[in-house]
């Protein structure tokens, strides 16, 4: 796997490294949007490069990682590690309630923080730029609901 973080993490499930895949590759997707949106808002702004983003900046301090398309795959991957949490835990205490002896240790961490799977695993290697893409959020766009859910 890419990044620093995933591979010091030696024992995380499967089921992680898959959704983390799928987050990557929608991720890698939606960079070329929201680079090319905004360029073209630079590019709109003014002939001078440096005026245009100097002016589209004031609008938008985050660049093209506040692109809506971006916040979007963040809720969604956030969401989806939070569920597939919960669904291991669920698993895994059925498990232990029908008299599983030995669960298989082998089989990684049940659960992932969601700020670490969506951002510190990105960190190094081949998905670098994506960590660095996103460096540029001044804000996390995560919401919870009263319950602590991710709205």
Same mark, same amino acid.
Not at 7 to 16: G, L
Not at 18 to 46: N, Q
Not at 84 to 108: I, M, P, V, W, Y
């Given at each position: ?8 993490? =030696? ?6 490294? !898959? ?24 590019? +709109?702004?003014?002939?001078? !490069?440096? #005026? ?8 938008? *301090?985050?660049? *093209? ?10 809720? #969604? ?17 059925? #498990? #232990? !309630? ?28 081949? =998905? ?17 609901? +009263?319950?602590? !859910?991710?709205?």
């Amino acid at each position: 796997m890419a990044g620093v973080a995933l591979e010091v993490t =030696t024992k995380v499930t499967r089921e992680h490294r !898959r959704l983390f895949r799928r987050y990557v590759a929608e991720l890698r997707s939606v960079l070329k949007t929201a680079d090319h949106w905004w360029h073209r808002l630079v590019a +709109a702004e003014s002939p001078d !490069r440096a #005026k245009g983003l100097e002016s589209v900046h004031a609008r938008w *301090p985050d660049g *093209p990682a506040s692109h809506p398309c971006v916040i979007a795959v963040i809720q #969604k991957y956030h969401r989806a590690c939070e569920s597939l949490n919960t669904e291991l835990a669920d698993s895994h205490r059925a #498990k #232990k !309630r029908g008299g599983a002896a030995h669960l298989d240790s082998t089989e990684g961490d049940l659960e992932v923080y969601p700020h670490i799977f969506l951002v510190d695993w990105l960190i190094g290697g081949e =998905t670098d730029d994506l960590a660095d893409f996103l460096a540029d959020l001044s804000y996390w766009p995560i919401g919870l609901d +009263a319950e602590d !859910r991710v709205g």
